[in-house]
Each structure stands twice: as C-alpha cells, then as structure tokens.
C-alpha cells in the first residue's frame, strides 16, 4: 500500500475514535419512582409465625404488646422497639402459626414467643411488615 493511504487510513482512525470519545455519553440512572404506601384499613389481622430449630412450633404462647415508648421506635426505627406490657396472649396452633385480629392498621405492635423457661424470642413490626407477610419469631 502506498504510504499516502496508510497515513490517510491512519488519520481517519484517529479521527473516528476521537469522534467517539467527544460522543461518549455516561449512563445517569434514572431514579425509582417513589411510592408513598399508607396502612390499609381493611387488613386488621397478622399471622405469627413461630419456630423452634427452623420447625413450626406448636403450642407455644405468643404475646402482644405495642412497644415501650422510646425516641427511635417512635421516629419510625423498629430496630429500636422493645414490647412493652402484654395486653394479649394466644397459643400457636400445630402449623406453628397464630392470627392476631382487630389491629390498629397505622400501628406498631410487638410480639414474644414463650418458648421454654427463660427462652423468648420477639420482634417489633409496623404495618407495613404485618398488613402484608407473616412475622416468623423463634430459633
């Protein structure tokens, strides 16, 4: 090839990736579209799930209570609630499960599972953990 179209070749190379750079575009992500959920009244029950060793449990009793007050729990962090004083309490049946009815849907409620001598497991939930799934507690 005469050294006149290696240089044109070449140049037109160049030209052609710095084209590309100069219309490089970087991939902004869009953001997820926010959804603001609001506790829906007509569900009033949660299901309590309860295992011992990964097992359902029956027969065992669980607890109900709304939390202690405490400024985390209260700004929404249920990682920061602790049950306060029992008002309920209900035995898992054989499938290890029990319902809880007539909750409040914008509350939060707590739950311990009472499953042997100086052995309880609990956890804390608000509504938009127990309008929709089972609250599985235990071992």
Partial sequence: ????????????????AVAACNNATSATPTPAPSASFTPNPKITNATIAVTVQLSPAPKIPVMESTPKPSAGC???NQLDCRP????????TGKNGNTVFH???PSQTYCWVAVLGPNQTSSTCAGWE?????PITIGT
């Fill in 74 to 76: 209260q700004s929404g």
């Fill in 102 to 104: 007539d909750l409040k």
């Fill in 129 to 133: 953990v127990w309008q929709f799934e």
């Fill in 1 to 16: 090839m005469p050294k006149r179209a290696l240089t044109f070749l070449g140049m037109l190379c160049i030209g052609l």
């Fill in 84 to 91: 306060g004083t029992a008002f309920t309490t209900q035995k």
